[in-house]
Nanobody
Framework: QVQLVESGGGLVQPGGSLRVACAAS????????MGWYRQAPGKERELVAR???????NFADSVKGRFTISRDNAKNTVYLEMNSLKPEDTAVYYC?????????????????WGQGTQVTVSS
């Protein structure tokens, strides 16, 4: 089994900064992509940022220049640094990872999600 455990999040004023982290654990052979999605009330879940194993990054247009994503492959952890936060960044942020596991000598890749962490930007 694989688990994604998020940390960080909380309440921050507009213009402030926040960092969330997500650590993967369990039956991990390799982690391909790690990333963050978010879902605001009444809206669909959307990609915020993702990073591949080789370090290629993608960002939603709405966060480019404000958010950065990084990962520590030795710790199976992905970080999202959020700067210049706006009220419209308020959402539940979900960690995502595509992880390869070894089952009976065979490698199988699956998608996993964290439980979500609330980020609220408000004065």
């Amino acid at each position: 089994q694989v688990q994604l455990v998020e940390s960080g999040g909380g309440l921050v004023q507009p213009g402030g900064s926040l960092r969330v982290a997500c650590a993967a654990s369990g039956n991990i052979f390799s982690i391909n992509v790690m990333g963050w999605y978010r879902q605001a009330p009444g809206k669909e879940r959307e990609l915020v940022a993702r990073i591949t194993k080789s370090g290629i990054r993608n960002f939603a247009d709405s966060v480019k220049g404000r958010f950065t994503i990084s990962r520590d492959n030795a710790k199976n952890t992905v970080y999202l640094e959020m700067n210049s936060l706006k009220p419209e960044d308020t959402a539940v942020y979900y960690c995502y990872a595509n992880i390869e596991s070894l089952y009976s000598g065979k490698i199988q890749a699956n998608d996993y999600w964290g439980q979500g962490t609330q980020v609220t930007v408000s004065s």
